[in-house]
Each structure stands twice: as structure tokens, then as C-alpha cells.
Nanobody, 118 residues
Framework: QVQLVESGGGFVQAGGSLRLSCAAS????????MGWYRQAPGKQRELVAT???????NYADSVKGRFTISRDNPKNTVYLQMSSLKPEDTAVYYC????????????WGQGTQVTVSS
């Protein structure tokens, strides 16, 4: 059973910073991708950033230069450092784990709210 436990969301003023963490437990395999998606009210869930087990990162254009994704493989934990936050970054942020295999597996965390005030 795979579990993703997120932490670090909250309320911040525009221009501020927050750091999200997501710890994975269970059978997550050695070749995988972890990342963050977000969903604002009335909008579809969208990719924020992902990082592979080999530390190759990918970012949405809207967060490039402001957000940094990283991971600690021994701890099976992924981080999202968010800086220069904007009100449009307000959303529920979901941790994602994709496990490569004959039958790829995809898992989601419960979500953590990030609210940026103007």
C-alpha cells in the first residue's frame, strides 16, 4: 500500500514563500517520478513540477524561476520550494507519484491548501 503524506501548505502574502513536502511510503519502486499538481476553484488540475528518480525536473511555464522542486531519494520525499508567490498560485496542491513498471502505477496525496493574498 502506497501512501503520500503532504505538509507545508498555508496562508501567505504575495511575494512570500512556502515549502511543501511529500513523503511516500510503501512499495514505490526505484524508477519513478514524483511531483506536484494544483487545482484552483473552478479549474482543472494542472501540473506544477515533477522530478524523476534521476533528478530530472520539469516545470510549468507559470512557475519557472519561482518554484524549485527537489527530492531526497533515501527518504522518498519530494519538496516544492515556492517563492515570489502570486495570488494566482492559490490552489490545492497535490503530491503525485508515478511508478514505472509493466503496469505503471499512479498515486495522489490528499492535497494541501495554499492561499496567497494580494
Amino acid at each position: 500500500q502506497v501512501q503520500l503524506v503532504e505538509s507545508g501548505g498555508g496562508f501567505v502574502q504575495a511575494g512570500g514563500s512556502l515549502r511543501l513536502s511529500c513523503a511516500a511510503s510503501g512499495s514505490i519502486g526505484s524508477t519513478n517520478s514524483m511531483g506536484w499538481y494544483r487545482q484552483a476553484p473552478g479549474k482543472q488540475r494542472e501540473l506544477v513540477a515533477t522530478i524523476t528518480s534521476g533528478s530530472s525536473a520539469n516545470y510549468a511555464d507559470s512557475v519557472k524561476g519561482r518554484f524549485t522542486i527537489s527530492r531526497d531519494n533515501p527518504k522518498n520525499t519530494v519538496y516544492l520550494q515556492m517563492s515570489s508567490l502570486k495570488p494566482e498560485d492559490t490552489a490545492v496542491y497535490y503530491c503525485n507519484l508515478w511508478v514505472r513498471g509493466l503496469v505503471p502505477r499512479n498515486y495522489w496525496g490528499q492535497g494541501t491548501q495554499v492561499t496567497v493574498s494580494s
